[in-house]
């Protein structure tokens, strides 16, 4: 009998990323259930709005709050609620992917703490640079932010790993250029987007510049490398 025959062939996801994604699913299960008529009756068609007035992030109103220095649970809540309520299946179904094989990843090496540090952080910050665009903008939802946030830890990991090897660090952003390069596009070809991805960005730059702190040896690694400057 050879050892670890009864191992699985895949490797599993780490239970934080099944913590993150579950809410996803469910909200999503739910709302498209109400939206088809097969739960709720006719008042579930109205459900998924009902959902983005409860859970989306307005920056007008978060501007309104900030400038009468009011800061209530409810509305700062919507911080940490917008990255699980979605416009439509396939916008939840694309965040469930890239949730689940970003997770994976970023899950295999860092801890789970350290997980939802660096998801819930780049929800937060991705919401507080939307709130900076001097436009009329649409409230905030999806996962996206949060996922990008996994998206720079990941690329962190990358960074770190080249440059134990002397290899050149800036093939670690290959992916997030590859990420950014066909949201242009795609957002040219169909006008898709928006300013979303403003968000998105800060996301990213939020996941990687706390992972310096967060990672495994995160810390004493960032400390080397100023004494180093």
Not at 30 to 52: H, M, T
Not at 62 to 88: A, C, D
Not at 206 to 222: A, D, E, H, I, K
């Amino acid at each position: 009998m050879r050892p670890g025959h009864d191992e699985s062939p895949l490797n599993p996801i780490p239970s934080v990323i099944w913590l993150l994604l579950l809410p996803v699913v469910a909200m999503e299960l739910v709302l498209s259930a109400g939206a088809s008529g097969f739960v709720g009756g006719p008042d579930a068609v109205g459900w998924r709005q009902e959902a983005w007035q409860k859970f989306s992030f307005a920056p007008g109103i978060f501007r309104v709050l900030l400038e009468n220095r009011i800061f209530p649970p409810e509305q700062m809540m919507r911080f940490v609620t917008y990255p699980f309520v979605h416009g439509n299946f396939t916008h939840a179904l694309f965040v469930s992917v890239f949730l689940l094989a970003l997770g994976k990843m970023v899950g295999e090496v860092f801890r789970a703490w350290a997980v939802l540090a660096v998801f819930f952080a780049a929800a937060i910050m991705g919401a507080l640079a939307y709130c900076l665009i001097p436009y009329d903008v649409q409230p905030l939802i999806g996962g996206y932010p949060a996922v990008y946030g996994l998206i720079g830890a990941f690329t962190y990991i990358l960074w770190a790993r080249l440059g134990a090897v002397n290899a050149n660090r800036y093939r670690a952003f290959t992916l997030i250029g590859f990420l950014l390069a066909f949201q242009l596009v795609f957002g040219l070809l169909f006008g898709a987007g928006g300013w979303t991805w403003v968000a998105e960005i800060a996301g990213f730059a939020t996941g990687f510049l706390l992972s310096f702190v967060v990672s495994p040896g995160g810390w004493q690694r960032t400390v080397r490398l100023l004494r180093q400057r």
